[in-house]
C-alpha cells in the first residue's frame, strides 16, 4: 500500500478505470449549480479547442521509433 493507505491498481488499466470511478462519484457529490458550471467549462474548452484546430493551431507530431 501507498502512504495514502489506498489499495494500489493491478495495472494502467485499473489505475485509469478506478481514476474514472472516482470522477463520476466526485461529479454525484457536486450541488446541481456546481454540475452546470463544469459543463459549461468543458464547454468553452471543446470551443477553443475547435478554434485552434480551425486556425491550424495544432501541428501532428511525429513520432519516431528507436
Do not use: C
Not at 35 to 58: C, P, Y
Amino acid at each position: 500500500m501507498s502512504d495514502d493507505q489506498s489499495p494500489q491498481p493491478r495495472n494502467e488499466g485499473a489505475a485509469w478505470h478506478e481514476h474514472n470511478l472516482s470522477q463520476l462519484r466526485y461529479f454525484r457529490s457536486l450541488s446541481l449549480r456546481s454540475k452546470l458550471e463544469a459543463v459549461q467549462g468543458m464547454a468553452d474548452v471543446i470551443r477553443h479547442f475547435e478554434t485552434m484546430r480551425k486556425q491550424g493551431r495544432f501541428a501532428s507530431a511525429v513520432i519516431s521509433g528507436s
